[in-house]
């Protein structure tokens, strides 16, 4: 085996811990990392470096993609897989950025009469199941500024990835020994029912009504509650806290 080969392929398994500068300058940029445990940090720091050796930035639309914010995604993205670990976040290589919000173009097959409709969409972040993760730049920096208002684009995008490990998403992720699956199944899906004859009825409702357009926007929109706002979803819902607790750990957000 060519030795630079074998240089290239240690590296990109084993990739060197982030630089002190950069880490401390993201950890100050980023109230959520900065508030793990020293336990914590250092492993996030460790899957920071492995993301940003194995994934790949695009600049579109006239974003600016510095060296520091493909660091502040990438700390994001990794929050999620802290229990996980690295292989949670295969499948997938390419961060698409714009600077703002993006349109999109959405066809829908109606199985009933074989009509297919299109649509236009506006979105802050989109996940394709093995394909890129889609991101707005805006409102990366938003959740950056406001880590605490229950909402974070890159930890809800990451969510639809490790929902998608095994298969089209469904609100129920790769689920570690520890978790019945039936369990998560049964929680979950009494949650969304509840919250889904909230916002029909035009009731308010504690997480975001989004969360009841499917079982799979469900699972992302309350793991952004966990990671932001987890005191809010206990209120919200007890039981599902505790199983998102178990799965990601216990937020930072306290």
Known sequence: ??????????????????????????LDACLLAQRLDSHRQRELRRLVSVFLARKRFHALAGAELSDEIRTLIAMQACLPVLKQGPGALKGWRDILVYPGEF???????DD???????????????????????????????????????????????????????????GVPVLPPHIPRRQWIVAFQRAFDLLSNDVARGRDTLIDPYASESADEFFAVVSELHWSQPGVLRRADAAVADLLQAYYGVSPAG
């Open 1 to 26: 085996m060519p030795a630079a080969w074998w240089r290239r392929l240690r590296a990109y398994l084993t990739p060197p811990p982030l630089a002190d500068e950069p880490w401390r300058h993201a």
């Open 103 to 109: 349109k999109v173009k959405r066809s829908h097959h």
């Open 112 to 170: 009933r009469t074989g009509v297919v409709t299109e649509s236009d969409g506006v979105l802050i972040g989109e996940a394709w199941e093995h394909g890129p993760l889609v991101l707005s730049l805006a409102d990366v920096q938003l959740d950056l500024a406001q880590p605490w208002d229950g909402f974070n684009v890159v930890i809800h995008e990451i969510a639809h990835k490790l929902d998608m490990l095994d298969g089209p998403p469904d």
